[in-house]
T-cell receptor
Framework: GAGVSQTPSNKVTEKGKYVELRCDPI?????LYWYRQSLGQGPEFLIY????????DSGLPNDRFFAVRPEGSVSTLKIQRTERGDSAVYLC???????????FGQGTRLTVV | AQSVTQLGSHVSVSEGALVLLRCNYS??????LFWYVQYPNQGLQLLLK??????LVKGINGFEAEFKKSETSFHLTKPSAHMSDAAEYFC????????????FGRGTSLIVHP
């Protein structure tokens, strides 16, 4: 596709449920990043993939959060036993190579009720 | 470790006035620096980037930024503000040869008055 695509654009879930957020990066981009943005804050790093492997997952807040990128393209961020504090906009970005500018998707707004 | 400080969560200017958004960074290695803009309910869009070439970087929509190593700054400027410039602006740093993961500041909301 022409840009980074994230689905769904909005997700409302009940506390305790499991959710999956999908990111489809720009074709050919090897680096993929997940960020979380709370209201009035800057994007907060969660996890970085280089190809299929998670090169850095130091930003994941706890073991309820997990992400995969099995074929080096599409990535899925998975959140188990969601909590109200998980409510935020989840942003995905991709870049052609390490260090080049990151292109962002529109984000998925997750609301946990 | 790398970090970014954006001074002023809100900046208010009149249409036609100079825009100055401040960004200071901390990095243990030569940095890459970026400015992104975010319009309401949209993703982040790259305005400009510094990657160790010219220290004065020109971006889209008339914005530019100057890398000043001695001041560890990368302030964003525009000579004349337009109403359409009202948005949230984020400065970001990544480390060349180290962790390329961009670290973002908290953002500055630019308000433009008619």
């Amino acid at each position: 596709g022409a840009g980074v695509s994230q689905t769904p654009s909005n997700k409302v879930t009940e506390k305790g449920k499991y959710v999956e957020l999908r990111c489809d990066p720009i074709s050919g981009h090897t680096a993929l990043y997940w960020y979380r943005q709370s209201l009035g804050q800057g994007p907060e790093f969660l996890i970085y993939f280089q190809g299929t492997g998670a090169a850095d997952d130091s930003g994941l807040p706890n073991d309820r959060f997990f992400a995969v990128r099995p074929e080096g393209s599409v990535s899925t961020l998975k959140i188990q036993r969601t909590e109200r504090g998980d409510s935020a906009v989840y942003l995905c970005a991709s870049s052609l190579i390490e260090g080049s500018e990151a292109f962002f998707g529109q984000g998925t707004r997750l609301t946990v009720v | 470790a790398q970090s970014v400080t954006q001074l002023g969560s809100h900046v208010s200017v009149s249409e036609g006035a100079l825009v100055l958004l401040r960004c200071n960074y901390s990095s243990s290695v030569p940095p890459y620096l970026f400015w992104y803009v975010q319009y309401p309910n949209q993703g982040l869009q790259l305005l400009l980037k510094y990657t160790s070439a010219a220290t004065l970087v020109k971006g889209i929509n008339g914005f530019e930024a100057e890398f000043k190593k001695s001041e560890t700054s990368f302030h964003l400027t525009k000579p004349s503000a337009h109403m359409s410039d009202a948005a949230e602006y984020f400065c970001a740093v990544s480390e060349s040869g180290g962790s390329y993961i961009p670290t973002f500041g908290r953002g500055t909301s630019l308000i433009v008055h008619p």
